[in-house]
């Protein structure tokens, strides 16, 4: 049986800025056809609008009602923050 990779990654509503931590988890088995991605604790606020093993299609729903993505390409400025 394959180990997972565990890991965090930081949510953030593009619409009210809401923000937390995410803890996801995914199969380290390289022959499996999907990656077996899992969000095993979302942060107080954030809950799954749509499950997928996928996590750039996984929807994430935000307490004021906004939906993204879980894994999205995001824009940074030339300081390293994201642009608002």
Same mark, same amino acid.
């Not at 930081?10 to 077996?36: I, Y």
């Not at 107080?44 to 993505?69: D, L, Y």
């Not at 824009?75 to 994201?82: F, I, L």
């Given at each position: 049986?394959?180990?997972? =990779?565990?890991?965090? *990654?930081?949510? !953030? ?10 803890? +996801? ?6 022959r499996r056809k999907t990656r077996g991605f899992e969000? =095993?604790?979302?942060? *107080?606020?954030? !809950? ?10 996984? +929807? ?6 906004h939906k993204f993505k879980f894994e999205q390409t ?11």
């Amino acid at each position: 049986m394959a180990a997972r =990779d565990r890991y965090s *990654r930081k949510l !953030e509503c593009a619409q009210c800025g809401h923000a937390g931590f995410a803890d +996801v988890s995914e199969d380290d088995d390289p022959r499996r056809k999907t990656r077996g991605f899992e969000i =095993d604790a979302l942060p *107080r606020g954030f !809950e799954t609008e749509f499950a997928s093993n996928n996590p750039r299609k996984h +929807v994430i729903r935000c307490q004021c009602g906004h939906k993204f993505k879980f894994e999205q390409t995001t824009t940074y400025a030339p300081s390293g923050e994201p642009r608002r």
